[in-house]
């Protein structure tokens, strides 16, 4: 692995990333500075900045990402926070591990 690089799991809690994502399943997320349009990224809930969010990026534009959930409805997002800056990008998700029948890459994915 790339020095610099920081790897870190992640359970899923709610439902704002169905159906790519389900309640409990289990994440690996990288940090590689790459945040592009479709990726799955890691954020500081701008509600409570010690919680993590798992949102996908819209749009990268200078004034930083626009995230969405997959599942609107019960989706806290770019919609209501704004853009997040491009610096507040925890990581990237790019794996998920567990359920082992869910098991597989989860960057390329679309909803």
Do not use: C, I, Q
């Not at 995230?67 to 997040?84: I, L, Q, W």
């Amino acid at each position: 692995m790339a020095a610099g690089w920081r790897v870190r799991r992640l359970e899923v809690t709610g439902h704002s990333m169905r159906p790519t994502l389900e309640e409990g399943d289990r994440l690996l997320m990288v940090r590689d500075g790459r945040a592009r349009p479709g990726d799955l990224v890691v954020v500081p809930d701008p509600r409570d900045p010690g919680r993590l969010v798992v949102k996908r990026v819209v749009v990268a534009s200078a004034a930083g990402l626009t995230v969405r959930g997959d599942n609107p409805r019960a989706s806290t997002d770019s919609r209501e926070f704004g853009a997040v800056p491009k610096a507040g990008v925890r990581g990237r998700v790019v794996y998920r591990y567990a359920p082992p029948a869910r098991r597989g890459r989860v960057d390329s994915l679309v909803p």
